[in-house]
């Protein structure tokens, strides 16, 4: 399900005093009072509707910034029930709209209480979304499978938080803006154009605005709505930059772990600064441990040899051939490696004018990569299975603006170096196992993922079977697997067919849709 499937843009008002404001679907909301929609389940449509209601009565109830009109919540009450009782979940709330909450606030001695308002909304609609969370599993078919955080586990941490200040040694502005763009954020009080000000005006310049838990209930930033916005506010609260005490650093981690592990997330070191830990989130038990220091890859000529340069800091030297094989050294971010990195990292390394388009950059590092793949220079039209998977792959996301914050797909990336060749070795084969990836996926929490495309000769001596390969090739998957890797695997037969690009796009589609 999509986040706000209630929700529509409408224009208000004839030209040119006309503006555009977000309203409820009252049709579609209305509807589904009565029954249940085509392409939702009633339990995704009581999450949303749950949640919007939520968000939107504590904002009236709290200084104001909520979505909805009088006439709109009032809809949207009268729908919440009747989809709740379809579920065997109870709700009788003691209003119908606005107008009618304030009067009951007032009878009930809240008028004085920004927190008793809020402590009030959360009490009336936490029950409930604790209840969906609990029961009717099987109904959530559609709901956003990225939403693997409960309600439970954000009002523990946020519990579990109270009286420690998120922003370490920074204040609220300094914190948000190293994972918002604050500048470009609404403002929620109608002095200010943007969040920035806003923020500033009513924490730091007015303190006593708001209460001190804000963070987890505006909207803006999503704590109390998706899985990532969270995660990444727990790994920067950890960040060297925020707290310098080494002490209260462990007892946060430990403490957002033994929280998170119950949705299957933890918080683990991706880099260090100065020493001090860098943390990123990842699914339990997913990803590769340790820093990526070196990623050589998509080698044009001989094979590149290597030394290392200081055996203590595990620093690898190139010695031979380095020119016809490429490095990325930079440091990997949590996210991975995407398309639009490389395309910096390219642009950088090839001295490429900074007004040179993304798109033209993108051509060049294709055509770099392109040339490390296998071919047959006696078919020159003729696409390889490496050919194949990679030409699939950048045409389903592309080396441009259009596809930068995907996954880059590295040809021919190194593993293992053996410094002695087969034939110094006996033609024997190394005792380190597969020396090359076909291709590499850099993704998110430390995942890593091999795709390998086996022609006759992973499993074959000549037009034989060959056990003896067939046995090296899953020893080799085996070791990659408990390390950590993903890997797949691709036969040769298999990608000369014509249905072989379509195929290749539903893996690659599923593949990286399924990530959290």
């Known amino acids: 399900m999509t986040k706000h499937r209630f929700l529509v843009a409408r224009q208000i008002g004839a030209e040119p005093f006309s503006y555009t404001r977000t309203c409820l679907d009252t049709s579609l909301v209305e509807r589904l009072r009565s029954t249940s929609l085509d392409d939702m389940t009633d339990l995704d449509a009581a999450y949303e509707l749950t949640r919007l209601a939520m968000v939107d009565l504590e904002a009236f109830g709290t200084g104001g910034g909520e979505t909805l009109d009088d006439q709109e919540i009032a809809v949207l009450l009268r729908t919440l029930p009747a989809v709740l009782k379809r579920l065997g979940v109870a709700l009788n709330l003691p209003f119908r709209d606005f107008k009618s909450f304030k009067s009951y606030w007032k009878d009930q001695g809240m008028s004085d209480s920004y927190a008793a308002r809020r402590s009030y909304v959360n009490g009336v609609f936490g029950p409930v979304l604790d209840q969906l969370d609990e029961y009717h599993l099987h109904l959530r078919q559609s709901r956003d499978q990225t939403r693997r955080i409960t309600d439970v586990t954000r009002r523990r941490l946020r519990d579990g938080l109270a009286g420690a200040w998120w922003g370490g040694t ?276 430390g995942v890593r993922v091999v795709v390998e495309v086996d022609g006759k000769h992973h499993y074959a001596e000549g037009d034989e079977a060959s056990p003896r390969l067939y046995a090296k090739m899953v020893a080799e998957d085996r070791a990659l697997r408990l390390k950590g890797y993903e890997v797949y695997r691709f036969g040769g037969y298999e990608l000369g067919l014509n249905s072989a690009p379509a195929m290749l796009r539903r893996f690659f589609t599923e593949l990286l849709g399924s990530r959290p």
Request: glycine share 6%; proline share 7%.
């Open 170 to 445: 920074l204040d609220e502005v300094q914190f948000l803006s190293r994972l918002y763009d604050l500048d470009n954020l609404p403002s929620h009080d109608s002095r200010f154009a943007n969040a920035a000000r806003d923020i500033w005006q009513h924490c730091i310049n007015n303190p006593a605005d708001w209460e001190d838990d804000w963070i987890w209930h505006d909207e803006r930033f999503g704590l109390a709505d998706g899985d990532e916005a969270l995660l990444r506010f727990l790994a920067e609260m950890l960040h060297p930059a925020v707290r310098t005490d080494t002490a209260e650093v462990e007892r946060l981690h430990a403490f957002f772990n033994e929280t998170l592990a119950h949705d299957g997330y933890e918080l683990i070191e991706v880099d260090s600064i100065s020493g001090a830990p860098v943390f990123a989130a990842r699914t339990i038990g997913a990803g590769v441990p340790g820093v990526m220091k070196n990623l050589i890859f998509a080698a044009d000529g001989p094979k590149p040899e290597f030394v290392l340069g200081d055996a203590i800091n595990n620093d690898v030297l190139i010695v031979k051939n380095e020119q016809f094989c490429l490095v990325y050294s930079q440091p990997l971010s949590a996210s991975g490696l995407t398309w639009g990195e490389m395309i910096s990292w390219w642009r950088a390394r090839e001295s490429l004018p900074a007004d040179m388009p993304d798109n033209e950059v993108g051509r060049a590092l294709y055509k770099r990569l392109w040339a490390s793949l296998h071919s047959d220079p006696e078919r020159p039209k003729w696409l390889s299975p490496e050919q194949r998977v990679f030409r699939t792959y950048c045409e389903l996301y592309p080396i441009s603006e259009t596809g930068a914050s995907h996954p880059a797909l590295l040809p021919q990336v190194y593993l293992h170096m053996d410094p002695k060749t087969r034939k110094e070795r006996g033609n024997k084969d190394s005792a380190l196992g597969r020396e090359r990836m076909d291709f590499l996926l850099l993704l998110p929490h």
